[in-house]
């Protein structure tokens, strides 16, 4: 029985991304989850601030998103983000009620 267990991914991509490109980004992450899962909310943050210079960049385009999954997408979801260049940042957080 895969345990399904929820999930909180962020993640950061450059801030000067045409629509399109942020647009790629999403729906792939969206696929990866929906392979094995569910999303739940997408919660587009736009370009705020960094806490901290990332690759000479002060601002980045911030995502948020909820989703349900088996226990292997996330390892699945951060292999992709990690090869992504339009990616500067990611981190994902399981949220499940303990």
Do not use: C, Q
Not at 5 to 23: G, H, Q
Request: charged share 35%.
């Amino acid at each position: 029985v895969n345990v399904m267990r929820k999930y909180e991914l962020i993640y950061v991509l450059r801030p000067n991304l045409e629509d399109e490109a942020k647009a790629v980004v999403i729906d792939k992450v969206k696929s990866i989850i929906e392979a094995d899962g569910e999303v739940e909310k997408v919660d587009e943050w736009g370009n705020r601030r960094l806490a901290y210079e990332i690759e000479k960049l002060t601002e980045g385009y911030y995502v948020l998103i909820n989703f349900k999954a088996a226990t292997d997408v996330p390892k699945e979801i951060d292999r992709n983000l990690k090869i992504m260049d339009n990616v500067i940042r990611h981190m994902i957080v399981n949220i499940d009620d303990k």
